[in-house]
């Protein structure tokens, strides 16, 4: 509890990537990066596409959310699987 995450949809075997778009956190032209990120849990393993998009750097953080700056990012409390999917990015 109270670790960083980075946006994320729900985890489910069914998934519909393309549909997993509607969810982003805000309107920006989003791209799939190359790969993915896959991690793997005592229950179950987790394969994760990852998405960026570029925004002005004065777009306000959606609701509930902040931005972090990339200099700061390593001193983020992120879970190994959200820390991967950073560095995937």
């Known amino acids: 509890g109270g670790m960083t995450e980075v946006p994320s949809t729900a985890w489910a075997q069914s998934f519909d990537e393309d549909a997993a778009l509607s969810e982003a ?13 896959e991690h793997g849990f005592t229950h179950f393993p987790l394969r994760q596409s990852v998405y960026v998009a570029s925004v002005p750097a004065k777009t ?5 959310m902040r931005w972090v700056a990339l200099a700061e990012l390593a001193g983020e409390a992120l879970p190994n699987v959200f820390r991967k999917v950073a560095v995937h990015a």
Do not use: C, N, T
């Open 60 to 64: 306000k953080a959606p609701e509930g």
């Open 25 to 37: 956190p805000l309107q920006a032209k989003w791209r799939r990066l190359a790969g993915a990120v």
